[in-house]
């Protein structure tokens, strides 16, 4: 089967990078374009200049759903992103362009999604128990789709582009919850990918950005966030400073400007000041740290998910 444009396909590799444009790549991006992506090659080949490119927008997940709108004879797909809410550039989701040969077309629209969720930071795929492993690299909060039960320590889930089942290891899933996450349990998966490198766009356990921390802790849990902190800003509750709470969440903008920066407060405010967990874009990192002085001057507000 081939990818028709307005009809929905799937990610078919662990991580697929969605780009401003074909154009925008550049030579050390081939690791993320390969049929098997590799991302820890990427960002490891990228210096801090690199890691903060305009070229990448954001990053899709295994098996996450994508409205195709054209395919060029070049491979390249200009797909909306639909599980990634970007109200001020889509009301259907994240625009941006995917090379082909990482989306599957999608069956039915009416089948279901995954009912696990990968729980790890990161696992890998494989052909069969202790076999060989097919899809390395696959990230937390990536949802699958169990087919069948677990045998000893392993599951079989159906996998987008691959017609036999891919086998996981159960200790590394868990089920997709029913109910709302706690803010205890959010900030838990949060910091789990604390010293993560910065990568502008990045949604990975291998780089991320700011908003991407934000989206991919509730992702885990089945919440859909929007992508950008200025989206997710108008997606949350605002609160009074001084009432957040663990798990909540601090937006910052310099006057006069659009929000530009967010993160998940890790403790409530006392006589030091305020606490927070961010993908911190000068450090070029995941940091848990009291606000410093400019953070403090940019704060705008907390809200509440």
């Avoid at 950005?209 to 949350?236: K, M, N």
């Avoid at 006069?256 to 961010?278: F, Q, S």
């Amino acid at each position: 089967m081939v990818l028709q444009p307005g009809r929905e396909a799937l990610v078919r590799v662990a991580v697929a990078t969605l780009w401003a444009r074909p154009e925008a790549v550049r030579p050390i991006d081939a690791p993320a374009l390969a049929p098997l992506t590799d991302l820890p090659a990427w960002v490891s080949g990228m210096d801090a200049d690199q890691q903060v490119g305009d070229a990448v927008l954001s990053q899709l997940l295994l098996g996450e759903r994508v409205l195709v709108e054209e395919v060029r004879p070049d491979g390249w797909a200009r797909i909306v992103a639909v599980e990634q809410p970007a109200a001020k550039l889509d009301p259907r989701g994240y625009p941006g362009w995917l090379l082909a040969t990482q989306l599957a077309p999608a069956p039915d629209p009416t089948s279901k999604d995954g009912s696990l969720v990968v729980d790890a930071t990161v696992t890998a795929l494989r052909s069969a128990p202790d076999g060989d492993v097919v899809l390395p690299g696959v990230i937390l909060g990536t949802r699958l789709t169990p087919d069948g039960p677990a045998q000893q320590r392993w599951r079989p889930a159906r996998v987008p582009g691959h017609p036999v089942p891919l086998w996981a290891p159960t200790e590394d899933l868990a089920p997709l919850p029913d109910r709302p996450p706690t803010a205890a349990e959010v900030l838990a998966v949060a910091s789990r990918l604390r010293d993560v490198i910065y990568v502008w766009g990045g949604v990975s356990a291998y780089g991320i950005d700011c908003s991407g921390l934000v989206h991919l802790a509730w992702r885990r849990f089945g919440v859909r966030l929007p992508r950008d902190a200025d989206d997710q800003a108008r997606a949350t509750t605002p609160l009074a400073l001084g009432d957040e709470r663990p798990g909540d969440l601090y937006f910052f903008a310099r006057p006069g400007k659009n929000i530009h920066h967010i993160g998940i407060v890790t403790a409530e405010p006392d006589a030091d000041g305020r606490r927070m967990l961010h993908a911190c874009y000068t450090r070029r990192r995941v940091v848990e740290e009291r606000l410093p002085e400019d953070r403090t001057a940019t704060l705008v507000g907390a809200h509440r998910v």
